[in-house]
């Protein structure tokens, strides 16, 4: 891009021969706007609920992704304006007890929470019938009294998805469960916990962790809880935080040797949601 004109909205770009592409890092709050409005109901031994909310979005920075590996080069930062949307959100509150039981095995729950987080902006659209760029998930603890997981619709006023996942919960969840457990790697990777987050990165994110892929053994301590469903002992040590310019790819180790990430849902995990759709 050689000039943004931010009044006008208007980008000034150019052909370029490069080898990767960029994806935007942005950062996000959210706050329940109209608590006259929102439905909360409990869901297991967690509570879900649907609100207006306000999304405060920055895009802090870019990440470089090689074309065919995926292979994270690097960032570059950016000075943007926020944005702010008014739309509407589903959420789930998991219990302290789920929180202090990641807390027990040495994870943040935070960690867990953010890798839920990540791969739900995959799975939701498989139920609510629309597209990942059509809704954005954050967590966080200012609207209620601990960590909070928030999926809201990218669109003013929503457009009807976040009452849809708010319908489908149970299904949601154990889809998400399913995914993780299915994907390859030991502690976490973009295929299914998500990228790292850069350490320059902060608000909505917990502190502990930017810099590093989320927990997928925190995130599978959460669901297996929540979901009621035989208790997950941590199998794997914690990784040590990857440098930056390797944030987007997993620790040596965490995936096959020689083994690229899924950029698809398996074949088996995706048959058997869209089973359940019919």
Partial sequence: MRALDIDKKIAFIQRQPLDYFTQAVTEASIRISDRDHMRRQPWRISE??????????????????????????????????????????????????????????????AEGLVGIANLLVDVVPLFAMCDTVDIGAVVDSSNMDRPTLFVFDKYPQGMGFSEKAFELCEEIMRATAEIIHACECRTGCPSCVGAAVPPSAFGAVESGTRGRIPDKEAA?????????????????????????????????????EGRPPRTKLPADVERNIRDQLK
Avoid: N
């Fill in 48 to 109: 879900v609920g649907v609100a207006p909310v306000t999304v405060t979005s920055c895009v802090t920075m870019f990440k470089k992704i090689r074309f065919g590996s995926r292979e994270s080069i690097g960032y570059e930062a950016l000075d943007l304006p926020p944005q702010h949307l008014e739309t509407v959100a589903w959420w789930v509150l998991p219990p302290e007890e789920s929180l202090a039981l990641v807390r027990r095995y040495g994870r943040e729950p």
């Fill in 220 to 256: 599978l301590v959460l669901l297996h809880s929540i979901l009621e469903l035989e208790p997950y002992v941590p199998r794997y040590d914690r990784p040590v935080p990857s440098k930056v310019e390797g944030a987007g790819r997993p620790a040596e180790g965490d995936r096959p």
